[in-house]
């Protein structure tokens, strides 16, 4: 018998889910680890999600 799942926010199309990343700058810090700065999608702002579109209310003629 098959299995029901719920459904899930859509997830970004633009990162496919995985919505921060770690960039290394190229210096390291005094103790050798490196410096990294974090980035988000610009599509879902870091959420990995696409937010859930409301119907809007339409003027009736």
């Known amino acids: 018998m098959p299995q ?22 190229g210096t390291r810090h005094p ?4 410096v990294t700065i974090a980035a988000d999608c610009r599509t879902c702002h870091g959420t990995g999600h696409l937010p859930v579109r409301r119907p809007t209310a339409t003027a009736r003629a």
Do not use: L, M, V
């Open 4 to 25: 029901h799942s719920q459904a899930n926010a859509p997830i970004c199309p633009a990162c496919d889910g995985f919505a921060r990343a770690a960039i290394a700058t």
């Open 31 to 34: 103790d050798g680890t490196r």
